[in-house]
């Protein structure tokens, strides 16, 4: 049991006020905020970190997967994204690199100066006023102290569900078994790599690589590679596995454990020399507790040491490799989801379902990372085939003024794992943020009035 201590009760200022608040800057924040401030809706975003982009950006996941039937906001990111480096990187669809640091750039652009968002950084969600059904009122924590922030509607978009928890609303985590859902990676960007010398050895000694995930050979690799092109360098097991073997004293027990875990996967990224590297993976894990979330970190940055000094020791052109970063968010695959009125489940993915109320379509498969040890657990839908998300899964079921959008949305564990991905994301908050302006623009006072022709109308590029 705890122990408890008494506050006074507090007077909070409530020193702003909008038509729509969202929490969280991600993928899923930059979509709801971009259509709400297109459609004319006061909107303010508050973000704990000092950048746009959630895993995108801070997370380091530079890869954006989106799906066939998507042309909306996250395509318009990945247009703009070419157009300043000169590159055609979307020809890449669905599985597009970028580089995190000018997507910072670019949604600051898009979100602020374009979209007219006031967007407040360094500012943590630390409660929620609920009334009943209704959320008055944001809790915001920053430089400026503790500030509160009213709006007509809230648009959960923190990955955590943590909008919606604070306010009392029910959540899901785990593996809907009451086990750990799929298990996070911290992503590392590695420079100053020959990527050519390293093809140059595969192609001479095509047999040394090869790996049951091995899905170029290195010819098409170096086409891909010249050519603005997704390269998936993985996973290179029986190499890592006899360096191993005939370098026993060279690794712990547990750095052994860690590099057979996964082996080596990486990408290419759109600046020549760096690669990303998503090899690390922190086992059981739930994503909602704070000791939990701090030993994840630093096991994650003990994995990538261990990971790294492989590399740079035995791969051919990684000799002058240097750590460019390390995330400065875990990537968290999945952790407390808002129970929604409705929950998208894995049969909703395998019989590519569709409703009468859906906000967006998705063509992603399941992709569970095992919490307790090697293995992925997958599977891909047919060529042109795609599932409905329905607006039902964005409304928190306890609530009548707060949306979930992201991956905090009303999903199963395997169903979100087939659509957490972050065009998706994206197509999400921009249904949530266009059914938000909608409802202020009509003088409505709950999510479940929505003339949803009339939203799908405005959301086609993502239907
Ligand atoms: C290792 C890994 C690899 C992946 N690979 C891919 C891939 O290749 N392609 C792909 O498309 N997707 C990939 N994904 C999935 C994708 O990155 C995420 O599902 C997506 O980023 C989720 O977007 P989101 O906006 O819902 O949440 P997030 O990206 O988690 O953003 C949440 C935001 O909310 C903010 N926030 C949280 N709590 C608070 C608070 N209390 N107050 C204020 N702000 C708060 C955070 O700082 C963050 O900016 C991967 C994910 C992981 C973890």
Redesign the pocket.
Known sequence: MFDYVAVKEQRIPVTAEADIVI???????IGAAIAAGREGARTIL????FY?????T??L?S????SHRNRGIAAELLERLDRYQGTSFIQNRP?VPVDPELAKLILDRMVIDEAGTEVRFG????QAAAEGREIKALLVSSINGLQGIRAKYFID????G?LNFLAGGASMIGNDEGGPGSA??L?FRIAGVDVDRFIDAQEKNEEEYRSARTRHSPKEMRELYQGDRYVFFADYLPFLQRRLEENPEMFSPWEQKILRTRGLIFLNQPQRGVLLV?STRILGFRGGDVLELSGAMAEGRRQIETIFRFMKTFLPGFEHAIIMDTGN?L???ESRRAAGDQVLLETDISGAARFDDAVASNDGGIELHSPTGPGLKGSRLGKGEYYHIPYRCLVARDFDNLFI????FSAGHAALSAA????N?IAL?QAAGSAGAQLVRDGKTNVRHIDIRALQEKLAPVL
């Open positions: 929490a969280g800057g991600g993928p899923a924040g508050i973000e704990r970190m746009l982009g959630g895993a995108l801070g997370g996941v890869k954006i997967a989106i599985e500012s943590v969600l630390s978009c923190t990955g955590d943590q996070p990676t992503m998503n968010l990537g968290i695959r959008a992201g991956r905090c957490r991905s972050i065009g994301c908050g």
